[in-house]
C-alpha cells in the first residue's frame, strides 16, 4: 500500500501524476487529509471524486474519517 499526504497545497498535477505512478505498481492507495488541506467532509467527497476522475483508472474509494482509501479494480 502506498501512503500520501494531502496538506495545504490542495490537488496539484504532480499529486495526481504521483498517485498514478503509484498505482502501477500497487493496488491500494492511501491518502491522509491534513486539517491544512480541509476539515469539511463535503469537501473531502470532491477531492475524492476529482482524485479519481483524474487518475483514469477504474477504482473504488472508501472514506474513512480524513483518510481515502483508493483501490484498484
Excluded: H, P
Amino acid at each position: 500500500m502506498a501512503k500520501f499526504q494531502l496538506g495545504k497545497q490542495g490537488l496539484t498535477q504532480q499529486f495526481i501524476d504521483s498517485i498514478s505512478l503509484a498505482f502501477k505498481n500497487r493496488k491500494q492507495v492511501r491518502i491522509s487529509v491534513l486539517k491544512s488541506c480541509t476539515r469539511d467532509k463535503t469537501k473531502l467527497i470532491d477531492i475524492a471524486k476529482e482524485i479519481k476522475e483524474k487518475i483514469l483508472l477504474k477504482t473504488r474509494c472508501r472514506i474513512i474519517g480524513f483518510t481515502l482509501i483508493f483501490v484498484k479494480q
